[in-house]
């Protein structure tokens, strides 16, 4: 329900003052479809590493720069989809800030030449950087009016049940250097953190 709830206000007040539910290639401001994916992680699961915002603005705007090059030099509807959200995965990747809907955005103007050529990369400010950074305040705002902590901070406290048991670190056995490798050994130093 809060989740819901909170997707609902998110767009809501998205498309109320900024974006428009049309096309208005003038200002270029306009709701997308990857931002509903974004509302799914912003207001669901907050937590995640892939909703932070980082991954979620950076993410989205990395992937649209790269579909809006990808729209100027290729014409064939088909490459032009794959090789924009190949290329924005790989972009969202190597700058640590995968964000799913980020592909979403990069086939959104690989399917749209004709308004991404109107905009240019302009598409990647407004309304991408723009729509994403008021999604990412207003998951912020709702989080801790509904006391949600968003976005997600680990912070350092001493043995933070109260009792005398070792922390979970330590009795794991393993060092941090040594779960490092690990991740990167199975290669999922993208997907987890230590």
């Known amino acids: 329900m809060r989740a819901g709830l909170g ?26 479809a990857p931002f509903g994916a974004s509302s799914v992680l912003l207001f669901a699961v907050p937590n995640s590493p892939l909703a932070q915002p980082w991954s979620a603005i950076v993410g989205n705007v990395v992937a649209a720069l790269i579909a809006v090059a990808v729209c100027m030099v290729i014409a064939d509807p088909i490459l032009r989809i794959a090789l924009a959200v190949g290329l924005a995965i790989t972009g969202t990747s ?13 086939m959104t103007a690989a399917m749209s030449p004709d308004a991404v050529r109107e905009l240019g990369f302009l598409f990647a400010l407004m309304p991408i950087g723009i729509g994403t ?50 991740l990167d050994r199975y290669e999922q130093s993208f997907n987890l953190g230590v």
């Open 133 to 182: 950074l008021l999604l990412v305040v207003i998951a912020i705002i709702y989080g801790r009016v509904t006391g949600r902590h968003y976005p997600f901070r680990q912070f350092e406290v001493a043995n933070s049940y109260g009792t005398q048991d070792r922390e979970p670190m330590e009795r794991l056995g393993l060092s941090e250097s040594e779960l490092t490798d690990i």
């Open 94 to 106: 190597l700058c640590r800030a995968l964000h799913p809907p980020a592909g979403a955005v990069a």
């Open 7 to 32: 997707a609902f206000i998110g767009l809501s007040l998205a498309g109320a003052f900024v974006l428009s539910p049309t096309i208005d290639l003038n200002l270029g401001l306009y709701l997308v």
